[in-house]
């Protein structure tokens, strides 16, 4: 919707919200990425489920036009408000976010049918 014309400069709308830490492992640009790229993996490579979970973020709801404009005055966002400079243009149009993909939540068990998570086979 916001970056179609320059899907590498769209925001990244995943997050490592938890885990278990080793000397090996690196954050990149924030909690948006983290390495080695395995651990974001939810199936092992030898078969089986490995546990994961979702991060409901609360993005693009409607306090977005506020918080772009608030965003325009902090100037304290990364890359000049980049992201948020697009959010203002694009919600001006009053766009419809909803889309022949999109899910109303019911609850995590749908995230894991989807196959955005897995509880893993101990759960």
Excluded at 46 to 60: N, R
Excluded at 73 to 90: T, V
Excluded at 103 to 114: G, V
């Amino acid at each position: 919707m916001f970056f179609s014309d320059l899907p590498e400069r769209a925001p990244a709308l995943n997050k490592i919200p938890l885990v278990k830490w080793q000397r090996s492992y690196a954050y990149v640009s924030s909690t948006h990425m983290l390495l080695p790229r395995g651990l974001n993996l939810v199936y092992d490579e030898w078969g089986g489920e490995k546990a994961s979970g979702c991060l409901l973020h609360a993005k693009f709801i409607h306090t977005l036009v506020d918080k772009a404009a608030e965003e325009m005055d902090r100037r304290q966002h990364y890359a000049n408000s980049h992201e948020y400079r697009a959010y203002r243009a694009g919600l001006a149009t009053q766009p419809d976010l909803w889309t022949k993909w999109s899910e109303r939540y019911i609850n995590w068990r749908q995230l894991e049918i989807l196959g955005l998570m897995s509880k893993g086979n101990w759960a």
